[in-house]
């Protein structure tokens, strides 16, 4: 019997042990697997941030490509305003000569003059005394040059510049820069340009018994550094001068000064 109860108590002791020993197992096992999931954990970041990576490269790369694309679009934007603004540019001159050859119809004058056509840029602040042309000394122009169209006179070079001339209008006459014109019939009679008023030409020098009628056209007479045989314009109206000593001749000028777009440079060949 005292045989078998010191038997007995060896077995809580084995029996502890096999616990021990179970739960060791079991937390071995739990250690094993908490490693293996760590292992995976540590992996998965891993990857995941490697691929955050290569997601920051490629967007960088994809902006790197869109600025470089703006960049190229602004540049293109350029060329394109570029060949807009030569294209206006060459419309412009086109539209030039098509007016030169469909309206100044000047073929006549080539075998005397070399024809220089030119764009009127600017205009004096009292409207009928002068303008300004876009040719100058770089084209040959010089100071006196008669400035016409197909219509008659528009007046001659007062000023030159490199690039610009100012062209004094026939309209700016006036009692202390009187113009000179002709009727040229079967007697040629000369007359005194002294105004321009209301769009009209005011000249005198025709007695009463000159054979001048409405109609008839007046031309610059060779004087005033303007050449003979341009037209000016025609007669509107006769009426005796406030003396009855003589008539007072209205002008209707052949050319508008009020619309003056395109003209043409006369210089004398050589």
């Given at each position: ?23 060791g197992l ?61 294209s206006n ?67 001659k070079i ?113």
């Open positions: 019997m005292k045989k078998r109860k010191e038997k007995l108590k060896g077995y809580p002791v084995l029996i502890v042990l096999i616990v021990f020993c179970f739960c079991l937390l071995g096992i739990k250690f094993r697997l908490n490693e293996s999931n760590w292992y995976l954990y540590v992996k998965e970041k891993i990857v995941l941030t490697n691929n955050k990576i290569r997601d920051l490269f490629v967007n960088l790369l994809c902006f790197k490509n869109i600025y470089t694309l703006e960049e190229e679009n602004d540049l293109l934007k350029e060329e394109i305003l570029k060949l807009k603004l030569e540019n060459f419309k412009m001159l086109e539209e030039e000569i098509n007016f030169i050859k469909s309206n100044l119809n000047l073929e006549k004058l080539d075998n005397v003059y070399d024809i220089l056509s030119a764009k009127v840029i600017d205009r004096d602040s009292n409207w009928y005394n002068s303008i300004t042309i876009n040719k100058g000394k770089d084209d040959g122009i010089k100071v006196d040059f008669m400035v016409v169209t197909s219509s008659g006179v528009v007046g007062k000023k030159v510049s490199k690039k610009t001339s100012v062209v004094e209008l026939l309209s700016s006459v006036s009692l202390n820069n009187k113009l000179s014109g002709i009727i040229m019939k079967d007697k040629n009679y000369y007359i005194s340009i002294n105004y321009f008023e209301k769009d009209r030409f005011i000249a005198e020098g025709i007695s009463n018994y000159d054979d001048v009628v409405v109609g008839d056209t007046i031309y610059t007479s060779g004087f005033n550094d303007y050449k003979k045989g341009f037209e000016i314009g025609k007669i509107v109206k006769i009426e005796n001068n406030s003396y009855e000593t003589g008539k007072i001749i209205y002008i209707k000028p052949n050319i508008n000064y009020d619309d003056l777009i395109y003209v043409a440079v006369l210089k004398e060949k050589i």
